[in-house]
Nanobody
Framework: QVRPVESGGGSAEPGGSLTLSCTGAGHWCSRHCMGWFRQAPGKERVGIANIVSDGSSNYGPAVRDRFTISRDDARCTLYLQLDRLKTEDTGTYYC??????????????WGPGTQVTVSA
């Protein structure tokens, strides 16, 4: 099963920005729904944004109006633009792709994730 590879994480100050990327391969690239998940230290992994093949997107309340999800199917790459970062955005970010968005909840082929640390 294809496991995506996330990149672009790092350290930032509150109010700063980062751009995350996620690259898959094969059938992963043509999945209808793609999403980003975040796992804060000591907490469970939760979904924060998803996007479907026509470009429609949804965001969790914690990141809405600050993060932007996008996809480039030709490059098999999913992006997440993180703006106006807050300390509570700290965590490991993962991506996933499935044929439907509800199916993201049971996604199992997790990649290594990329770490984001927001501190003053």
């Amino acid at each position: 099963q294809v496991r995506p590879v996330e990149s672009g994480g790092g350290s930032a100050e509150p109010g700063g920005s980062l751009t995350l990327s996620c690259t898959g391969a094969g059938h992963w690239c043509s999945r209808h729904c793609m999403g980003w998940f975040r796992q804060a230290p000591g907490k469970e992994r939760v979904g924060i944004a998803n996007i479907v093949s026509d470009g429609s997107s949804n965001y969790g309340p914690a990141v809405r109006d600050r993060f932007t999800i996008s996809r480039d199917d030709a490059r098999c790459t999913l992006y997440l633009q993180l703006d106006r970062l807050k300390t509570e955005d700290t965590g490991t970010y993962y991506c996933a792709a499935e044929s439907t968005c509800p199916a993201l909840a049971t996604y199992g082929a997790w990649g290594p994730g990329t770490q984001v640390t927001v501190s003053a």
